[in-house]
Structures are given as C-alpha cells and as structure tokens.
T-cell receptor, first 116, second 115 residues
Framework: DADVTQTPRNRITKTGKRIMLECSQTKGHDRMYWYRQDPGLGLRLIYYSFDVKDINKGEISDGYSVSRQAQAKFSLSLESAIPNQTALYFC???????????????FGEGSRLTVL | AQSVTQPDIHITVSEGASLELRCNYSYGATPYLFWYVQSPGQGLQLLLKYFSGDTLVQGIKGFEAEFKRSQSSFNLRKPSVHWSDAAEYFCAVALNSGGYQKVTFGTGTKLQVIP
C-alpha cells in the first residue's frame, strides 16, 4: 500500500459545486500538507497541519478549507469551485524535525481537478 | 523571503550524455536543500537532500548534487542519462524555524531524453 493515498485521482466538476479531496497516510507522521501544482508555477502551499488541533494557512488558502479528521487523514475542500482552481493537487506528509533537521516530504500521487 | 530559481524550463539531452540541472536559492542563511523528481502521472519523489557537511551529496538513481555556498546554488548532476530519467525535476529549499517547516519549490525543469 502507498504511504500517502489521495482520492479521487481525477475529478471533473462544474463551477459552484462543492468538492472534497481526501488524503490518508500510513506512516504515522504528524505533519500533513496540501499543495497545488500549476504548469510553470511549481508547487504552492495551500494549507498545512502539524497535528489534529493545529491547522495553518499556506500562501494560497483563499477559496479552500481543510479538515484534519484524524492524525492520518487530512481533507481539502473547495466550497464553491471556480475554473481557476483547475489544477493538480498534492497531499504530502513529513515527520516532525528531529535533531534540528527538516524532514523530507512524502507525496501522494495527486488529484487532478477540472472545474468547468 | 526565500525563493528558488530553476532557470531552465525545459532541457533535452541524448541518452548516455551527462546532465546538469541548475538551482539557485535566495536566503540569508543556508537552508535545507532538496531535489525531487516527478514522473508523468506520479507524485514527487525525493532524489537527494543536503543539510550540512560534505557539499557533494549522492542520491538515488545515480544522481548527485553539489552545494556551493558562494554561488547559492545546488545543481543536480548525472554522468550518464537513461531514457527513464525523462521527468520533471524540482529543487526545493526548507527553513525550519520555531517548529515550522516552510518548503519553497522551484518552478521545475522538464527533462527530455532522446535516443
């Protein structure tokens, strides 16, 4: 089984619809992240969470919300989808830093969202 | 603000040729440095990372990268490219401050490998 599982992998929806992307992990890491990838822009951070009670906005959080339902689950919601939210979305996880080192990110395979 | 620059959007190399992908960062201190690879339809996978110590780091799949503080660079290299290396490569920098791991990604370099 994959360490980080994202569902759905592909979704086409219409403007104004509510969409939820789900992420679950099996590594037991505390830190979970949602990124958005657009061609030529790299990855941009939407939200991140260090534990169930700790949710933080990233650089492009407008139009998105998240929920950390459990240590292993972190979902991303688009309350009213718009076409410029068409993108590839990645969930990533990371261990808490140990010894002052920053841990690497482990990524899911991505969820491709198209908003018509 | 920290930033990462990958000046080459697209690179084409012949199979068996050497490869160097450029990455420059802008930050006052030495950040943690990473290279990730994204194969088509896949998520990102870590190739290698630099935290401190030896400035030449070895990664998976035969890749290596060299940290040059004076040039604020962390270029990725491979002596002989294989067709399976065709993918998109992302440089990333991370700052761990007060328990917050802020990771900034470059815009990526797409590698095409021709026979």
């Amino acid at each position: 089984d994959a360490d980080v599982t994202q569902t759905p992998r592909n979704r086409i929806t219409k403007t104004g619809k509510r969409i939820m992307l789900e992420c679950s992990q099996t590594k037991g890491h505390d830190r979970m992240y949602w990124y958005r990838q657009d061609p030529g822009l790299g990855l941009r951070l939407i939200y991140y969470s260090f534990d169930v009670k700790d949710i933080n906005k990233g650089e492009i959080s407008d139009g998105y919300s998240v929920s950390r339902q459990a240590q292993a689950k972190f979902s991303l919601s688009l309350e009213s989808a718009i076409p410029n939210q068409t993108a590839l979305y990645f969930c990533a996880i990371a261990p808490s830093p140990t010894g002052g080192h920053t841990g690497e990110l482990f990524f899911g395979e991505g969820s491709r969202l198209t908003v018509l | 603000a920290q930033s990462v620059t990958q000046p080459d959007i697209h690179i084409t190399v012949s199979e068996g040729a050497s490869l160097e992908l450029r990455c420059n960062y802008s930050y006052g201190a030495t950040p943690y440095l990473f290279w990730y690879v994204q194969s088509p339809g896949q998520g990102l996978q870590l190739l290698l990372k630099y935290f401190s110590g030896d400035t030449l780091v070895q990664g998976i799949k035969g890749f290596e990268a060299e940290f040059k503080r004076s040039q604020s660079s962390f270029n990725l290299r491979k002596p002989s490219v294989h067709w399976s290396d065709a993918a998109e490569y992302f440089c990333a920098v991370a700052l761990n401050s007060g328990g917050y791991q802020k990771v900034t990604f470059g815009t990526g370099t797409k590698l095409q490998v021709i026979p």
